[in-house]
């Protein structure tokens, strides 16, 4: 699906915000940093789309964005269409980045989609409803994520170094960041980017994985997590895998995914619970699902996910 002329994608993750426009001739893309969740994500959010407009010189008639830690889509798309109004703006269209990370993989087919990165969620969609499982944040979920693999893993350093576990070379990478392990935890606890200082372990765990067995531990864990997120959000949809005649079909996306320890292991779980499952190469990305969401028709399952708001004096369209 093309975006109208002038409309602006952004797919506002943790790790960056991306955003790309189309004016039929060329195509201007730009990152800029990752959208901070425990702080307003419209101000955020109209920064980033102000930095993009003036450096493309480009008018703007429309931005619809697919956005990370997003709860309120509807004030949110409201806040964020008054803060862009007075740059031409006269069309907002939003949801969770969920959404268009399905869109992107998938498009409007039913399924799952599971994206990983610093967070996690997944997205199941059935011929008439819609599942989330997980994405609640890096307290109370994002289970195998990039936050829940490093966490571990700074965990299980601190545990070998009280003498609480075995020993593991995952104390030798605490050490590299800070030299003195006991004063670690407050360095980082008073660090304002600790959510991504944690998930920034992630790499590392990975690759000890080959050679620690307490890191290998920790990436089977997590590609356990994750299976079993993408079977609860099919069976929310439409059931088990008898349900299921040609096989769910389902995309998994993410940083988390590029480490052969993760996928693999992840892949053959959900072959082991769901036996005709179809592991799909994602269609397009991120962006080409924000790119979907303003055409995606009114009667799709996901369109109670989105939110279009529109100035006085113009056309909504759905």
Known sequence: MTAPAGTL???????GI???????????????PGVRTHSPLAEQLADAVHRAAQQWDRPIDTVAAGVSGLTDDAREGRELLARLEPAGVGRVVIAHD?????LGALGAGTGAVIAAGTGVVTLAVGPRTVARVDGWGNIMGDAGS??????????????????R?????????????WPDPETAYIELQSDPDRVRVIASFAQQVVEL???DSTAATICRAAARELSVSVGAGLRRVRGGPEAWPDGPEVAAIGGIFG????????????????PNVVVAVPRGSGLDGVQALPALPADHPLRDRVTDCASAGTRQSV
């Open 209 to 211: 994985a080959t050679v």
């Open 18 to 32: 991306k955003l790309r426009l189309r004016d039929g001739v060329h195509v201007f893309q730009l990152t800029t």
């Open 165 to 177: 576990a075995t020993p593991t070379r995952l104390l030798e990478m605490l050490a590299e960041r």
């Open 259 to 274: 480490a052969d320890m993760i996928r693999h292991p992840f892949e053959r779980l959900l072959r082991a619970s769901w």
């Open 9 to 15: 994608c952004v797919d506002a993750g943790q790790t």
């Open 98 to 102: 969920s959404v268009t990370s399905y």
């Open 146 to 163: 990039g936050h829940w693999i490093g966490r571990a893993g700074l965990e299980a350093a601190m545990r070998a170094y009280d003498g």
